[in-house]
C-alpha cells in the first residue's frame, strides 16, 4: 500500500505559476509510475502527465506540453508538476495518482492508488 498526499494549490492569475507536490508514504516511490489527472466541475478526470520510475521518460496531454513538468526526487519520495503560463481553462482539482504497470498509460483505471486532491483556481 501507498498513501499519496498533494499540496501547492491554490488561486493564481492567468500566465502565472504553480507547483504541485505529493508525497508518497507506505511504499518507496520507486515501485510506481506516478501521474498527474485533474477533474474540473462538469467534466471528466483527465490525464495531465506521467513519469517513470526512474524519472527518465515523461508523457504529457497535448493541452499542457510545453507549459506544465513533471518531475520526481525519489530520495524524498515526492513527484513534482510544475505549471506555468497557466490559463483559466487549467481551473480543476489536480489529483497524483501511482501504477505498478510496466510503462506509461493514461488510463485512469490502470491507476491503483490515489491522493486527495489540490484545488488550483486560475483567474482571468
Known amino acids: 500500500q501507498v498513501q499519496l498526499v498533494e499540496s501547492g494549490g491554490g488561486l493564481v492569475q492567468a500566465g502565472g505559476s504553480l507547483r504541485l507536490s505529493c508525497t508518497a508514504s507506505?511504499?518507496?516511490?520507486?515501485?510506481?509510475?506516478m501521474g498527474w489527472f485533474r477533474q474540473a466541475p462538469g467534466k471528466e478526470r483527465e490525464f495531465v502527465a506521467a513519469?517513470?520510475?526512474?524519472?527518465?521518460?515523461?508523457d504529457y496531454t497535448g493541452s499542457v506540453k510545453g507549459r506544465f513538468t513533471i518531475s520526481r526526487d525519489n530520495a524524498k519520495n515526492t513527484v513534482y508538476l510544475q505549471m506555468n503560463s497557466l490559463k483559466p481553462e487549467d481551473t480543476a482539482v489536480y489529483y497524483c495518482?501511482?501504477?505498478?504497470?510496466?510503462?506509461?498509460?493514461?488510463?485512469?483505471?490502470?491507476?491503483?492508488?490515489w491522493g486527495q486532491g489540490t484545488q488550483v483556481t486560475v483567474s482571468s
Open positions: 513519469i517513470t520510475r526512474s524519472g527518465g521518460n515523461s
Open positions: 507506505g511504499r518507496t516511490l520507486t515501485t510506481y509510475i
Open positions: 495518482a501511482a501504477t505498478r504497470t510496466l510503462g506509461i498509460t493514461q488510463v485512469t483505471m490502470t491507476y491503483d492508488y
